[in-house]
C-alpha cells in the first residue's frame, strides 16, 4: 500500500511542504491528498484520516504521523537508504539539534513573514525580534555550511531532513526579500533549484484559494 500524504494549501501550508519536499527530493513514492486549510469540514475531514486533524499527515497502512518533524523521522526510520540525516554522529546531532530549533521557535519570523509563494518579491519591515530570529537562522545556515557542507550545496552537503525543516524560511525570506549573508543566499539558490520546489511553486500559483490572516497586505491580494 502506497504511503499517502495529506496537506493543506501549497501556497501557504509551511509545515505540509517540508515532508512533500523530503520524500520528493528522496524518491520516496507517495499519493498526496490536499485539503485546503479554509474548507468548512477541514477538521472533520482531517480527523476521518486519524491522528490530531492537523496537517501533515502521513498515513502507511494503519499507522499515522500527523508531525512534520516526526513524520521526517518515521522517513528516516522506515528509508534509511534516503539518508534524511547525516551519517556522523556529530553532524546527525547537530542537525537534530537546529531542526529542533526551527520546530520549536522563530515565531516572529513565522507570524511577520506568513509563507505566501505567490505574493511578489516585495520587502517588508522587520521588528527587532523578526530581526534576532533572521540573525539566528542565518547563523545556522552559515555553521552548518562551514562545518558539514563539503559534500554538497545544502546544510550537510546533501540535501536531508533539516533542508526541510528550513525550506519554508527560504521561501519567505525571498517572498520579502531578506537580507543575509552571501553563504545563505547561496543555500536559498540550491534548494530553489531543486526540481521539487519548481513543482511545489507551479501548483502553488495554480490554487484558487485565498487565506486573509496570511496575506500580510489584506485587503490587496498581491500576486507575481
Known amino acids: 500500500m502506497a504511503l499517502q500524504l495529506v496537506i493543506g494549501n501549497k501556497n501557504y501550508s509551511s509545515w505540509s511542504f517540508r515532508p512533500w519536499l523530503a520524500m520528493k527530493v528522496a524518491g520516496i513514492a507517495f499519493e498526496e491528498t490536499l485539503i485546503s486549510l479554509e474548507a468548512p469540514d477541514f477538521k472533520k475531514r482531517v480527523m476521518a484520516l486519524g491522528g490530531a486533524g492537523r496537517v501533515p499527515t502521513l498515513i502507511d497502512g494503519n499507522t499515522r504521523v500527523w508531525e512534520s518533524l516526526a513524520i521526517l523521522e518515521y522517513l528516516a526510520e522506515k ?33 511577520q513573514l506568513p509563507m505566501n509563494i505567490r505574493r511578489p518579491v516585495l520587502p517588508r519591515a522587520l521588528d527587532d525580534d523578526a530581526a534576532a530570529d533572521v540573525a539566528r537562522i542565518d547563523a545556522i545556515w552559515n555553521e552548518c555550511r562551514s562545518r558539514f557542507g563539503t559534500g554538497g550545496p545544502f546544510l550537510y552537503g546533501t540535501f536531508g531532513a533539516a533542508d526541510a525543516m528550513y525550506a519554508p524560511v527560504v521561501w519567505r525570506f525571498r517572498t520579502y526579500a531578506v537580507k543575509v549573508s552571501a553563504a545563505a543566499q547561496a543555500y536559498m539558490h540550491a534548494l530553489m533549484a531543486l526540481p521539487a520546489w519548481n513543482e511545489w511553486r507551479e501548483a502553488a500559483r495554480l490554487e484558487p484559494w485565498v487565506l486573509p490572516h496570511d496575506e500580510v497586505d489584506w485587503p490587496d491580494v498581491k500576486r507575481e
Open 79 to 111: 528509508f534509511p537508504a534516503a539518508a534524511l540525516w547525516p551519517e556522523p554522529p556529530a553532524a546527525r546531532a547537530h542537525a537534530r539539534a537546529i531542526s529542533s530549533e526551527m520546530h520549536a521557535g522563530f515565531g516572529a519570523v513565522r507570524r
